[in-house]
Each structure stands twice: as C-alpha cells, then as structure tokens.
C-alpha cells in the first residue's frame, strides 16, 4: 500500500511514538528501499523528541540487536540514507506541508494527540491520493483511534476534516507485551 501511495503521487503520513517505533519504520524503510521494494521517494522525520532519540540510538549500536548490529556493520547506517531527512526546525516542517512531490512523512505522536502530526494530519488527511499508516497502539477516544474506526470526519484543531486518505494500519511494530 505505501509503494501504490507513492506511485500515484500520494503521501504517506505516518503517526509514530518518537522512541521506538520511528527508529524502528526508518530503519524498515531503509531496508525496502535498498531492496527497490520501495521507490527512493523523500522521507522525512519531522519531531524532534525523534530527531533526538535517534541520534541517542546512532550513539549506542552496542545496544543493536543482532540483525540490526549486521546491517550497521556490513551494509549501511540503518538510521541514514540519502532520501532521509530529519526535521528539526519548525519552519521546515511547515515546508512538508507544500510538497508536491510523494513523500513519507513520519511524526509524533503516535496516537495523533499532540505534536506536528496534527498539522500533518490536517493538511493531508482530506486526500484520496495520501495513505495515512499507523505503526502503532492507539487508546481509545484518541484522534489516532478515530481515524482507525473509519470516521468520515475528525476534528483536528477543533475544526472538522473529512477523512479522504486511505487509513492502514501495521501490527508489527507493536511494543506492548500482550502482542502475539
């Protein structure tokens, strides 16, 4: 689903939780992207608590497991690649907003209650091109849960936006310890 996004100029807005799971979808984009599974289209991570865990993670490869550790070693960086660009200022995170281009765009919080993915959220969301894709758990009564029960409209800054974007959602990424 994310390649067809791309492939029909769509953005991917990916609601994630900035320690963890972004550092787990990049380095899964990495790998897809490597293996042409996926096209080299941008990807940004716009948050800065992620931006930051991320590089606490770079800093720390001792604390890879196996795989990751292999990858680090023999293949690449498994948090960089030349379509990766890590956001840390506001105003080029507005810019994202604008894009004409597909893109990935990976930004807290994970349950779309707070931080940029709400801007995300109201500027793509009313778009049958774009993908929405969560990685996550989303509480109930949380915008993120509202978009994944298939409302039609969800209040983003207190004002209505029809969902028009397509909503997915992956199990694999779960960290809570009652996933199968």
Do not use: W
């Not at 979808?25 to 948050?47: C, G, M, W």
């Not at 660009?85 to 894009?99: C, F, G, M, P, Q």
């Amino acid at each position: 689903m994310v390649r067809q996004t791309l492939d029909q100029n769509g953005k991917v807005i990916i609601p994630a939780f900035s320690v963890g799971r972004t550092q787990e979808i990049v380095y899964t984009l990495h790998q897809l992207t490597r293996e042409n599974k996926l096209p080299k289209a941008p990807i940004y991570v716009d948050s800065l608590l992620s931006v930051n865990a991320t590089e606490i993670y770079r800093l720390h490869s001792e604390c890879f497991n196996e795989e990751t550790y292999r990858f680090l070693r023999e293949t690449a960086n498994p948090f960089g690649m030349e379509n990766l660009t890590y956001i840390r200022e506001v105003a080029h995170s507005l810019k994202l907003n604008k894009l004409k281009e597909p893109a990935v765009i990976i930004s807290s919080s994970g349950m779309c209650e707070a931080g940029r993915i709400r801007h995300h959220l109201r500027n793509h969301i009313g778009y049958s091109n774009n993908l929405i894709l969560f990685i996550g758990y989303c509480a109930e009564h949380t915008l993120g849960a509202q978009i994944l029960d298939g409302k039609k409209t969800v209040n983003i800054f207190g004002e209505p936006h029809s969902v028009e974007a397509k909503v997915a959602s992956i199990d694999a990424f779960s960290g809570h310890a009652d996933k199968h």
